[in-house]
């Protein structure tokens, strides 16, 4: 039992390490502070501009977060394809693994520990850009104008957050190099899966299984349907005018994330130095 709690231990501190690591990476790659730049510009770009073309602001305060939020898919897929696209597979490219696998670690702390470093830098990136909406919302309509519907709006982005971290992971635990497995997952999530969403349902059939349509519930919670950039788009409005079932979106983005984490584990955890 002591050897139990003493190994538990141990891989509990091994994944903290691990994690401390790999965000430590980051920021010296300055990913983290070029994606948290784009965070505080976009919503920026969206107070500043309607002032300066003589326009005005949106009515509500859901609306004008809604869209503030248009980019916020984007903004999620760019984060997860920066931090989780060469996570694994860029230990096989580089031969790092030689040096990082060949220490007094479990593959899984080590694997666990990348998996959440590229998770928390993305949640990072997200609050940001809901931060500065949140302030802008304040600014315009005062702090009781905003709503629980934002705050819904923030945890539902951090849920599709995981999902996309998690396919892009998973794309990184079977692909050879680095730039393959970032632009697989950043194209499959930002272009093929939205085409097929906007094609099913052209045919009057509800792709309510892809992970990038039920995406559409982080601004339908607002009150409002944007169709945001990366989502499933124009053809949502041409096709059968279907819409994610809030339930629904929210349990299909946790099983994408949930089951894509445990598979890409597993296959980092088996595959093999060549």
């Given at each position: 039992?002591t050897?139990?709690?003493?190994?538990m231990r141990?891989?509990i501190?091994?994944l903290f390490?691990?994690?401390?690591?790999?965000?430590?990476?980051?920021?010296?790659?300055?990913r983290?502070?070029?994606v948290v730049?784009?965070a505080?510009?976009l919503?920026i770009?969206?107070?500043?501009i309607?002032p300066?073309?003589g326009?005005?602001?949106?009515d509500?305060?859901?609306?004008?977060?809604?869209?503030?939020?248009?980019?916020i898919t984007?903004?999620?897929v760019?984060?997860g394809?920066?931090?989780a696209?060469?996570a694994?597979?860029?230990?096989f490219?580089?031969?790092?693994?030689?040096?990082?696998?060949s220490?007094?670690?479990r593959?899984t702390?080590?694997?666990?520990?990348?998996?959440?470093a590229a998770?928390?830098?993305?949640?990072f990136v997200?609050?940001?850009?809901?931060?500065?909406?949140?302030?802008?919302?304040?600014?315009i309509?005062?702090f009781?104008?905003?709503?629980?519907?934002?705050?819904?709006?923030?945890?539902?982005a951090?849920?599709?957050a995981?999902?996309?971290?998690?396919?892009i992971f998973?794309?990184?635990t079977?692909?050879?190099?680095?730039?393959?497995s970032?632009l697989?997952?950043?194209f499959?999530?930002?272009l093929?899966?939205?085409?097929?969403?906007?094609v099913?349902?052209?045919?009057?059939?509800?792709?309510w299984f892809l992970?990038t349509?039920?995406?559409?519930?982080?601004?339908?919670?607002?009150?409002?349907?944007?169709?945001g950039?990366?989502s499933s788009?124009?053809?949502q409005r041409?096709?059968?005018g279907?819409?994610?079932?809030?339930?629904?979106?929210?349990g299909?983005?946790?099983?994408?994330a949930?089951?894509?984490f445990l598979?890409g584990i597993?296959?980092?955890?088996?595959?093999?130095?060549?």
């Amino acid at each position: 039992m002591t050897s139990l709690k003493n190994d538990m231990r141990t891989d509990i501190s091994h994944l903290f390490l691990n994690i401390r690591f790999e965000l430590k990476k980051h920021l010296n790659r300055k990913r983290i502070v070029l994606v948290v730049a784009l965070a505080i510009a976009l919503p920026i770009l969206f107070y500043a501009i309607p002032p300066l073309l003589g326009g005005d602001y949106a009515d509500t305060a859901n609306a004008f977060a809604s869209t503030n939020l248009g980019f916020i898919t984007l903004l999620i897929v760019i984060s997860g394809a920066l931090f989780a696209g060469d996570a694994v597979s860029g230990e096989f490219e580089k031969k790092t693994g030689l040096t990082l696998f060949s220490t007094p670690q479990r593959r899984t702390s080590i694997n666990v520990g990348k998996f959440a470093a590229a998770l928390l830098a993305t949640w990072f990136v997200i609050s940001v850009y809901y931060l500065v909406t949140m302030l802008e919302i304040a600014q315009i309509f005062g702090f009781g104008a905003i709503s629980v519907e934002f705050g819904m709006s923030f945890m539902l982005a951090l849920i599709y957050a995981a999902s996309v971290v998690a396919v892009i992971f998973f794309f990184s635990t079977i692909m050879k190099g680095t730039i393959t497995s970032t632009l697989i997952g950043f194209f499959l999530l930002m272009l093929i899966l939205p085409i097929i969403a906007g094609v099913l349902q052209f045919a009057d059939v509800e792709p309510w299984f892809l992970v990038t349509y039920s995406s559409d519930v982080m601004t339908n919670v607002l009150g409002t349907s944007t169709g945001g950039f990366g989502s499933s788009g124009p053809a949502q409005r041409i096709g059968g005018g279907f819409s994610p079932d809030f339930y629904v979106g929210v349990g299909v983005m946790l099983a994408y994330a949930i089951s894509l984490f445990l598979i890409g584990i597993g296959l980092a955890n088996r595959r093999k130095m060549e």
